[in-house]
């Protein structure tokens, strides 16, 4: 169903305060930066071996990255898992009784499809599932 981990998501405060710990003193290249309106936050994401870092900040008060912010401070928000198939994935999930918090996926940074699990079925730990887009998969 997962092929592998895509990224570990790390909710932050400040974007470039968070981008010069992991790219300048932690050694990890910057490999894409975008605002993600339906997320209300904007990412980047760090390579680290076969996956990313990715870094978020909200744009706006009421995301849920600014709501967590406001609840646990900095920290790890997700762990994102890749599939080839999201839609096979969410059914999978479904007939295994994981509760899910889309149902449908959404759209992603760098066009992938997204969806999260909720963190009551997945051990407390926040899960995306992403389908890379053709044009990043790999």
């Given at each position: 169903?997962?092929?592998?981990?895509?990224?570990?998501?790390?909710?932050?405060?400040?974007?470039?305060?968070?981008?010069?710990?992991?790219?300048?003193?932690?050694?990890?290249?910057?490999?894409?930066?975008?605002?993600?309106?339906?997320?209300?936050?904007?990412?980047?994401?760090?390579?680290?071996?076969?996956?990313?870092?990715?870094?978020?900040?909200?744009i706006s008060p009421d995301s849920?990255?600014?709501?967590?912010?406001?609840?646990?401070?900095?920290?790890?928000?997700?762990?994102?898992?890749?599939?080839?198939?999201?839609?096979?994935?969410?059914?999978?999930?479904?007939?295994?009784?994981?509760?899910?918090?889309?149902?449908?996926?959404?759209?992603?940074?760098?066009?992938?499809?997204?969806?999260?699990?909720?963190?009551?079925?997945?051990?407390?730990?926040?899960?995306?599932?992403?389908q890379p887009s053709e044009d990043?998969?790999?």
């Amino acid at each position: 169903m997962f092929g592998a981990i895509d990224h570990i998501g790390v909710a932050v405060e400040d974007l470039d305060e968070g981008i010069a710990l992991y790219r300048d003193r932690l050694g990890m290249r910057e490999q894409h930066r975008e605002t993600v309106e339906a997320f209300g936050v904007e990412a980047v994401l760090l390579e680290i071996g076969g996956s990313h870092i990715e870094l978020l900040t909200p744009i706006s008060p009421d995301s849920a990255v600014a709501r967590y912010l406001d609840r646990n401070g900095p920290g790890m928000h997700h762990v994102a898992y890749r599939t080839d198939d999201i839609d096979a994935a969410l059914e999978r999930l479904r007939e295994s009784s994981v509760r899910l918090l889309d149902e449908e996926p959404r759209a992603g940074i760098r066009d992938s499809r997204v969806a999260f699990v909720h963190p009551k079925s997945t051990g407390g730990v926040l899960t995306e599932i992403v389908q890379p887009s053709e044009d990043t998969h790999g």
